[in-house]
């Protein structure tokens, strides 16, 4: 019974910071992938970023250099640090996990997850 929880959205300004936290129970992070995705009105959903229990981390382009995605020590929240934001960051962001086992191919962007929280709103205005 896997649950996640994101949380941590706001209004900032262009050039501002946010730090975003998914809380995680029911799993064993050796076993797994949590990533972020996001979804602004009118656009695709998309993959941000993700880690993976042997520490490995994967950004999307547009991010690279400005965000960070980590865990905590007792691996029960992952968090995204969020800085330098623009105003075309502005989306719901959601938090997902599964099994990466259950992960197929070499394309990130593209694995499938099984489990996903309520998302939190972020807005950067110009």
């Known amino acids: 019974d896997v649950q996640l929880q994101a949380s941590g959205g706001g209004l900032v300004q262009a050039g501002g910071s946010l730090r975003l936290s998914c809380t995680v129970s029911?799993?064993?992070?050796?076993?797994?992938?949590i990533g972020w995705f996001r979804q602004a009105p009118g656009k695709e959903r998309e993959g941000v970023a993700c880690?993976?229990?042997?520490?490995?981390?994967y950004y999307t382009d547009s991010v690279k250099g400005r965000f960070t995605i980590s865990i905590n020590d007792a691996k029960n929240a992952v968090y995204l640090q969020m800085n330098s934001l623009k105003p075309e960051d502005t989306a719901v962001y959601y938090c997902?996990?599964?099994?990466?086992?259950?992960?197929?191919?070499?394309?990130?962007?593209?694995?499938?997850?099984?489990?996903w929280g309520q998302g939190t709103q972020v807005t950067v205005s110009s």
């Open positions: 997902a996990g599964d099994l990466i086992s259950e992960m197929y191919g070499n394309d990130w962007s593209s694995w499938e997850y099984d489990y």
């Open positions: 029911g799993y064993n992070f050796d076993d797994y992938v």
């Open positions: 880690i993976i229990s042997d520490g490995t981390t």
